[in-house]
């Protein structure tokens, strides 16, 4: 069982229809976008309509996957959903997806077609979809060959910042879906993962909280500033006669509580501070795939030729296109120092910098920190480095750059933009090792490989992902605005084949229940 075949048999996106140009988004903020586009690689960012959640994305990408392969949905086992833009506190996101394709599928295969299907969200930052996938690589390859099942995972998210905040340009949206199953036609993943778990607070979505005082306080300013006459004392004598009032039963005032819990999907980051994390996960983690695969007897130090040669392409979580290009030089070096590669690249820019070198003080200790991301820099423009971008990575980070940060879809997106632009280059990669690299916030990294099916070609034919991309409606400034703030209500464009978002419940026990169906 632990040799047998298991991995991704297809995959399918899902992305919005909309999008708002980088030049435009550039123009708006007063920003280089020769920075954005040619430093950070990002072309456009893909919005939600107003139609359009990580419920919405994640059930149209399962639809598209079911429907390309003829799946009946009584015989899928397993659908986890990795996401960190989750709807609800309690009940899984997958749960709305399940609702959306019982919908769909009813009707041909019975109201009872998915009664059976185990769904869960799995959240870890940008990695929740990675860990989904290794959980059902697992479910299935348990099941051996004579049970073949199936498996979905269904990845879906929007990445979004802050208006004006640093993040704002590596916003994104869309949803996904992995077919997992035994002897898969697109790429097979063995059982052999590097894992580096780190505490850290990097990025995340804290539970926000606001006092009914300081909100009443902030209300009666605004009065003030639209030139409304306010007595002092006001808010001291609304606060007071609050429990008497009958608005006590009403909004953020219903539940008696003087501090509110507020959610937000903008997130508290550092964004120097996640790069270094990312980088040390990532280089951890690779670290441990290696000794894994010493173990395994997959791979011989000093024999062998190092992995991240053996790789012919490397996918990585990309929060913007260019990410994994500044990201992977201490992989690169941790693989290729002592080799031949490693004495160009000494020639090129001279010996690293090491810790003894400098003074055993904080001071020193910000020095070291300094020449070694200058160092890192300094590989990253190598002609050895940048031939081993383009030969490797480059392919992933196309697609990232007309859509922007996916979070936990990043990484299968950079994959299928690596298998669609070898398949119109006509590579052949039958046979060939991939090498991946996913990294959540937290922070966790966990690096694997796969090895490409003899019938990957047949799988990407029916992509045609870059052709959907360039059929997009571009958005204006005032319309990306109003979408981020909430303030549009009509949809930009309108739904058709596909799941829409209808009705949010107000009160009562259906208060915050969402409501979806299918448009035709």
């Not at 990675?130 to 059902?136: F, G, I």
């Not at 980070?397 to 298998?419: D, E, K, P, V």
């Amino acid at each position: 069982m632990r040799h047998m075949k298991v991995g991704i048999d297809d995959i399918s996106i899902h992305f919005p229809r909309i999008y708002f140009d980088m030049k435009d988004f550039a123009a708006m903020r007063g920003a280089d976008y020769g920075k954005l586009n040619k430093g950070l690689g990002l072309s456009a960012m893909s919005v939600p309509d107003t139609h359009e959640d990580t419920a919405t994305m994640g059930a149209n990408a399962a639809t598209r996957m079911i429907d390309r392969n003829g799946l009946d949905p009584r015989k899928i086992g397993r659908m986890y959903l990795g996401t960190e833009s989750a709807l609800d506190g309690s009940k899984p996101t997958a749960t709305y997806i399940l609702d959306m394709l019982t919908q769909r599928y009813s009707p041909k295969y019975g109201d009872d077609c998915f009664r059976n299907c185990d769904v869960v969200d799995m959240t870890f930052a940008c990695i929740g979809a990675v860990d989904a996938l290794h959980n059902t690589l697992d479910w299935v390859a348990r099941g051996g060959e004579e049970a073949d099942r199936i498996g979905i995972v269904v990845f879906s998210d929007n990445a979004k910042y802050d208006l004006e905040s640093t993040g704002e340009y590596t916003q994104g949206a869309g949803g996904g879906a992995l077919l997992i199953r035994n002897n898969p036609r697109l790429v097979s993943i063995p059982d052999l993962w590097g894992v580096s778990t780190t505490p850290v607070h990097d990025f995340f979505k804290p539970r926000r909280e606001v006092s009914i005082t300081s909100v009443i306080q902030h209300v009666l300013q605004l009065a003030r500033e639209t030139g409304q006459n306010i007595k002092e004392g006001m808010a001291e004598r609304m606060v007071k006669h609050l429990p008497e009032s009958t608005v006590r039963r009403l909004g953020i005032f219903s539940h008696g509580e003087e501090m509110v819990h507020i959610h937000r999907d903008e997130p508290v980051f550092d964004g120097q501070y996640s790069n270094n994390c990312y980088q040390e996960a990532v280089k951890t983690a690779f670290g441990d795939f290696q000794r894994q695969a010493e173990v395994e007897g997959r791979w011989k130090r000093g024999v062998d030729d190092p992995l991240t040669e053996q790789w012919a392409r490397i996918i990585m979580h990309l929060p913007y296109a260019f990410q994994a290009k500044r990201m992977f030089p201490d992989v690169f070096r941790h693989d290729r120092r002592g080799g031949p590669v490693w004495d160009e690249i000494l020639a090129e820019i001279g010996e690293e910098p090491l810790r003894e070198d400098f003074e055993d003080t904080p001071e020193g200790e910000l020095a070291y920190e300094k020449a070694a991301n200058g160092y890192r820099r300094s590989i990253s423009k190598t002609k050895a480095y940048q031939r081993f971008h383009s030969e490797s990575i480059e392919k992933g980070q196309r697609a990232s750059s007309l859509i922007g940060n996916q979070y936990t879809g990043s990484i299968f997106l950079a994959l299928m933009s690596t298998f669609e632009s070898d398949y119109e280059d006509n590579t052949s990669l039958e046979g060939k090792s991939f090498g991946l690299c996913g990294y959540g916030s937290g922070a966790k990294a966990k690096v694997f490989e796969g090895t490409v099916s003899e019938d990957w070609r047949e799988v990407v034919a029916g992509w045609n992902l870059f052709e959907r991309l360039a059929g997009r409606m571009a958005i204006d400034e005032m319309t990306y605005t109003e979408l981020h703030k909430g303030t549009l209500h009509e949809s930009v464009v309108e739904p058709s084949g596909e799941f829409a978002l209808v009705e949010v419940g107000t009160e009562g026990v259906l208060e915050g229940a969402r409501s979806y169906h299918w448009v035709n």
